[in-house]
C-alpha cells in the first residue's frame, strides 16, 4: 500500500493536484511518493509531470544521482529541465564542467539558454572558484552572455559580480557593476559591497555604501559584519547607531554580532544601547539573542543582570548554560557556578570542553583544590574529553596559587601537549607569590628567552627578587626591560566613557585631557606608595 494511514494523505488520482498539494519545501520522502503516484497513474514519461519534480530537487540539496534519474526520464528535456539540473550541481558543488557539459548538451539540442541558465551556470563555478581552469570557465560564461545579450539582466550581473570575487579579481567584479550602475537593483550593490567585505577591502565598501542609491537591511548588516571582521568594532558600532536613526529595523544577526562585540570589548553602555533596540523593538528573545545578551552582562561586569536574564529566558540551548557557568566563575561566584553546572546535567544536557574550562576556573578562582582535581577526573573519565591548553591552565593556576608549585610542575611535565608560555607565566606568578625563587629564577628566565619583547615576563622576575630585596637584580631586570623591548610597538587599549570610546597607548599625550589623567596617576601612584606597595611593582 503507496500511503499507510499515520502519513498524512496529500495526493489524489490527478497529477497536477499531486504538486499543489506538496508543502513548499517538501522532503525526499514526500517527492518520491509523489513520484510513485504519478509511475502508477501512468504519466511517467509525460515531461509536464515530471519536471515539477526535478525542479523541486534542484531547490535544496537532494541525492545528485536521483535529480539525474528524474532528469534521464524525461523524453525530451526543455531548457527548464536543464535549468533544474544545472542547479542541482550548483547545490552539490560539483566539478563545473559537468554543469558545462549540461550547457552543450542543451545548445547541441539546439535549445536557447536563458537568464537563469547563466545565473545557476556562474554560481556552479563560483563554488569551486579557487583553481585557475576554474576562473577561466567562469571567463568563458561570461563572454557567452556578453555574445547572447544577458549582460544587463540584473541576475546574471549579480552573478557575475559574486563570481569575481570569490575569484579574487575584484577589478573585473568592479568592470562589471561600472558597465552600467543605474541598471542596478539594491540585491547587485549588496553584491559588491559582500564581496569587498569578503576581500577586506572595506573603505572601498565604505564608498559603495555611502553611494547606494537605497538600502535594505542587508546592506547595513553587510556593512556592520564587515566593520567588526576587520576589527573596526568602532566603526560598526557607530555604523548600528546611524542604522537606527534611519529607522531600519535590524535583523537577529546584526544584534547578536554587536552584543558580541560589546562583550568582547566590555563596552556595557553599547550593550545597554543594542539591548534597549530589542525592547523597543519587541523583538522575541531567542536563544541567540538571550544568550548573547547574557554574555555582554556577564563579561562586562553586570552578573547580576545576566542571571536574571538567563533564569528569564524560556528556553536554553547548552551554549547558554555554557555562558552563565563561565560568566559565573570569572566573577568569583565557585558555589553558584557548581550548583549551576549540576543543574545543567540534571536538565540532560551533556558538559563539553568549555563547560569544564567554567568549572575548572570556578575552583581556581576560588581556591578549592580537592574540587578542582575531582571535576578534572570527571571531564576525563566520566565524559571521554581530552584536556586542552585552557583545562591545563585552570588547572596549573589552581595549584600554583595553593602553593603546590611542584605538583603544578608535575602536571605539565606530564601533559599531552606543550605548554605555552602563559602556563608558566602563571607558574612564575605563584613562584613570586610564594616566595619560590630559585624557580621563579629559571622560569623567569626562560620565558624572556622564549619572548624577549614580552615586557610581563620582566615584570614577574623583577617583582620576584623585590620580594626578597635584592634591589641590584631589580635594576638589572629593569634595564634588561628597557634595551629589549625599546622599539616594540605599543599596541593600545579602550576605555568606553559615558558613551565615548577612547583609545589610548602606554605613554600617550595626545588625548585631549592628558594633563588631567596624568595628574590623576600621580595621585595613584602617591596611593600606591602609601600602601606599601611600591617595592613590588616599582
Not at 515530471?50 to 523541486?56: A, G, I, Q, W
Not at 578542582?372 to 581530552?386: A, C, E, N, P, S
Not at 601537549?417 to 607565566?425: G, N
Amino acid at each position: 500500500m503507496l500511503f499507510t494511514t499515520k502519513t498524512k494523505p496529500f495526493l489524489s488520482n490527478s497529477p497536477p493536484s499531486v504538486f499543489r498539494s506538496l508543502p513548499p519545501q517538501p522532503s525526499l520522502h514526500q517527492i518520491k511518493q509523489t513520484h510513485a503516484h504519478i509511475v502508477v497513474s501512468g504519466h511517467a514519461r509525460i515531461t509536464v509531470h515530471l519536471l515539477p519534480l526535478l525542479s523541486l530537487t534542484s531547490r535544496v540539496p537532494f541525492p545528485l544521482r536521483y535529480s539525474l534519474s528524474l532528469f534521464n526520464s524525461i523524453p525530451f528535456p526543455t531548457v527548464f529541465a536543464f535549468n533544474s539540473l544545472i542547479r542541482c550541481h550548483a547545490k552539490a558543488n560539483s566539478s563545473p564542467p559537468l554543469s558545462l557539459s549540461l550547457y552543450s548538451a542543451l545548445r547541441r539540442r539546439f535549445l536557447s539558454p536563458n537568464e537563469y541558465t547563466f545565473t545557476f551556470l556562474l554560481h556552479a563555478c563560483s563554488k569551486n572558484s579557487k583553481t585557475s581552469v576554474h576562473n577561466q570557465l567562469g571567463v568563458q560564461i561570461h563572454s557567452h552572455v556578453i555574445k547572447l545579450g544577458y549582460a544587463c539582466h540584473v541576475f546574471v550581473r549579480n552573478a557575475l559580480i559574486h563570481l569575481y570575487f570569490e575569484c579574487c579579481d575584484a577589478d573585473s567584479s568592479k568592470r562589471v557593476f561600472e558597465e552600467d550602475p543605474l541598471c542596478s537593483d539594491v540585491v547587485t550593490w549588496n553584491s559588491m559591497l559582500a564581496g569587498a567585505v569578503r576581500n577586506g577591502d572595506v573603505r572601498f565598501a565604505e564608498k559603495m555604501f555611502a553611494e547606494m542609491p537605497t538600502r535594505d537591511v542587508v546592506s547595513w548588516s553587510t556593512m556592520i559584519m564587515g566593520y567588526v571582521q576587520n576589527g573596526l568594532f568602532e566603526d560598526g558600532l557607530e555604523c548600528f547607531r546611524n542604522m537606527r536613526e534611519k529607522r531600519v529595523r535590524p535583523n537577529e544577526a546584526i544584534l547578536v554580532t554587536l552584543l558580541s562585540v560589546s562583550a568582547q570589548l566590555g563596552l556595557l553602555c553599547y550593550g545597554r544601547f543594542i539591548h534597549s533596540t530589542v525592547e523597543a523593538m519587541r523583538f522575541p528573545i531567542t536563544v541567540h539573542i538571550g544568550t548573547a545578551l547574557v554574555d555582554m552582562y556577564a563579561k562586562c561586569g553586570c552578573i547580576e543582570k545576566a542571571r536574571i536574564l538567563f533564569d528569564g529566558m524560556v528556553k536554553k540551548d547548552e551554549w547558554t548554560w555554557n555562558v552563565m557557568i563561565c560568566g559565573l566563575a570569572s566573577h568569583d561566584c565557585a558555589k553558584e557556578a557548581l550548583a549551576l553546572f549540576h543543574r545543567f546535567i540534571d536538565e540532560g544536557f551533556r558538559p563539553v570542553n568549555v563547560t569544564f574550562v567554567g568549572v575548572l576556573n570556578a575552583c581556581s578562582r576560588s581556591g578549592l583544590v580537592g574540587e578542582g582535581k575531582q571535576y578534572f577526573k570527571l571531564m576525563v573519565d566520566g565524559y571521554g574529553i581530552q584536556p586542552d591548553m585552557e583545562h591545563y591552565g585552570c588547572m596549573v593556576d589552581l595549584l600554583a596559587h595553593a602553593g603546590l608549585v611542584d605538583e603544578a610542575v608535575e602536571l605539565i611535565e606530564e601533559m599531552a601537549i606543550a605548554p605555552d608560555p602563559v602556563m608558566w607565566a602563571t607558574l612564575l606568578d605563584a613562584c613570586r607569590l610564594h616566595g619560590f625563587v630559585e624557580m621563579g629564577e629559571k622560569i623567569g628566565n626562560k620565558l624572556i628567552e622564549l619572548d624577549p619583547t614580552h615586557d610581563g615576563h620582566y615584570v614577574q622576575l623583577a617583582g620576584i627578587y623585590a620580594k626578597v630585596r635584592k634591589w641590584e637584580d631589580v635594576v638589572r631586570i629593569r634595564e634588561l626591560m628597557s634595551e629589549r623591548i625599546a622599539g616594540k610597538v605599543a599596541g593600545w587599549s579602550l576605555i568606553e566613557v559615558q558613551g565615548k570610546l577612547h583609545r589610548f597607548i602606554a605613554g600617550d599625550r595626545e588625548h585631549e585631557c592628558s594633563s588631567d589623567i596624568y595628574k590623576m596617576l600621580e595621585k595613584l601612584g602617591l596611593k600606591i606608595t602609601e600602601a606599601g606597595l611600591l617595592t613590588e611593582t616599582a
